[in-house]
């Protein structure tokens, strides 16, 4: 076991590798071309990568004629990524440029982490969920009676999520907050209703998002917080 654990840990020890990894916890599929242009790197390099990846079980593969997307092997691997960074000593050293610190603080303010809310608009989320009696927490945190019935109110269906054995509720640690936020098949399913009824939009392609108008109403009326995360900041 101690073996496979090294042979993990080497595979993510490639700064490449990793970063290919982050880019991927938007849950979209990406081909080899968009890794190596997004990551700067050749595609030929990046296509090495990807093998080593799929190899170790942390990707997925579909062929769709001459071209390979890329993903995930699902949210039990997105859940250990954000579970690594969020314990990754923090580094001191300055970012390099305008853009970088822009995109940086746009991920920290909210952005999806595989398919739920995270930064500091999920946080927010779940601590009025905790607040206002929809989670419990007690060894572990499970949905209330009232939080089932207030899903539903939201148009949050938690079956449509349901793949193999995956949980209701979940915590995972928010590597910018050092904080839980809610995944599982709830976190998901509240993250959707986000999209679906337009209270959050995304950045270009990235995983950052904002928070729109409606948003900002729709957080003070189902969710209690008159603050919400600034909606008004842009990133490139």
Known sequence: MGGDLAALGSVLADRTRADACLLLLDNRRWTCSELASALG??????????????DAGLLEQERAGRHRYLRLAGDETAELLEYLVARSPRRTTMR??????????????????????????????????????????????????????????????????????????????????REP????????????????????ARYGTTRAVRVTDEGRTALVDHFSIATPVDSTATAS
């Open 41 to 54: 790197v050749a595609r030929s390099t990046m296509t090495e990568h990807a093998n080593v990846l799929v």
């Open 96 to 177: 390099s440029s305008l853009r970088s610190v822009s995109q940086h603080d746009a991920l920290r303010r909210g952005r999806t982490c595989y398919d739920h809310l995270a930064g500091v608009l999920g946080v927010q989320v779940t601590q009025s969920m905790l607040a206002n009696g929809y989670l419990r927490d007690q060894l572990g945190w499970s949905l209330t009676p009232n939080g089932i019935e207030w899903l539903a109110s939201v148009g949050a269906d938690v079956e449509a999520f349901d793949h193999g054995r995956r949980p209701l509720v979940r915590q995972c640690i928010d590597w910018t907050e």
């Open 181 to 200: 936020h809610l995944a599982g098949r709830a976190g998901a399913a509240l993250c959707d209703q986000f999209f679906v009824h337009g209270w959050i």
